[in-house]
């Protein structure tokens, strides 16, 4: 891959491989030495790439995007609402190639309702302080990067599929990182808690929230809570809070 594109945005620094276990484990090695802000790792193909639960992502050699952000987390940063930082800088890189995406809270990027995306974020502490937050982004570019389907857990898709043609990684790659580095100083604010809320798919729509338990909680999705927890409505009208963790979600049947 050509990172010349990348020279000209305020990154920390950058590590590149042609074929990595997991962005994400090099990223959480690299963060507990001496990572700088805003360091990233890339690869064309991971052996080992992770989801949540330790579910497997796949990343075939050339297929897909496979980058690890390193943030060094302000006091005041909010952490919960770094999920949405990746979800927004993938959706306005989809945005600029004319599509239409949508977040899937809380972790996955939807074109045409097929997973697209997903995002791994890893939070390494010292204590109760956040020293370093690893934002792993999966991004699939050719069909080549999608595991069978009964391997998935819902329907996948890849963006030259949803685009009709090839999209480059490079400039793809460029958008995600500019949006991420702009809107990081905003993460606390108001107007990016509102244009993550706007994202959402399945809005006024009735779903399901499938816990690691398999407790099953039905309800209409109204948005997020300051904190980007989900915020559901249920039968009776009540409203229910659904923090960010390791929960599905899916339309109602
Ligand atoms: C995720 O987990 O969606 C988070 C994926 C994060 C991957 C990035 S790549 C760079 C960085 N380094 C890593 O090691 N990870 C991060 P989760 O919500 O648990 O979804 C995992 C499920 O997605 C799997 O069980 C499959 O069903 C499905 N899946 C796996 N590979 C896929 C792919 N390439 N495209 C679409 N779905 C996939």
């Known amino acids: 891959m050509n990172l010349k594109l990348l020279e000209s945005l305020a990154l920390g620094e950058v590590r590149y491989f042609d074929s990595v276990g997991s962005t994400n484990d090099l990223a959480i090695e690299w963060a507990n030495q001496n990572a700088p802000h805003l360091s990233i790792v890339i690869a064309d193909e991971q052996t080992a790439g992770r989801g949540r639960l330790n579910r497997k ?28 930082l990746g979800a927004l800088a993938i959706t306005d890189a989809c945005l600029k190639l004319g599509l239409a995406p949508q977040i899937k809270w809380p972790n996955d990027i939807l074109l045409n309702n097929k997973k697209v995306a997903g ?17 792993g ?34 400039e793809f790659l460029r958008e995600v990182l500019a949006s991420f580095i702009a809107r990081l100083p905003q993460i606390a604010s108001a107007q ?32 997020l809570e300051n904190d980007g927890s989900l915020s559901l409505q ?3 009208g009540n409203r229910l809070t659904i923090r960010y963790g390791d929960v599905s979600l899916r339309p109602s049947a």
Request: no cysteine; net charge negative; glycine share 6%.
């Open 57 to 84: 992502w796949l990343t075939p050699k050339g297929t897909a995007l496979a980058l690890s952000v390193i943030l060094r987390p302000e006091e005041n940063t909010p952490l919960s609402r770094t999920v949405g």
């Open 119 to 135: 995002i791994l974020v890893e939070t390494l502490w010292d204590g109760a302080t956040a020293r370093a937050v690893v934002v």
């Open 137 to 170: 982004m999966g991004v699939n570019f050719t069909k080549e990067a999608l595991p069978p389907a009964e391997a998935l857990n819902f329907p996948a898709t890849s963006l030259e599929s949803a685009l009709g043609k090839a999209a480059s990684r490079e």
């Open 192 to 223: 990016f808690l509102n244009a993550w809320a706007e994202r959402l798919a399945y809005q006024n729509e009735e779903v399901q929230i499938i816990a690691q338990s398999d407790e099953i909680t039905h309800g209409k999705l109204l948005g």
């Open 234 to 236: 249920n039968a009776n």
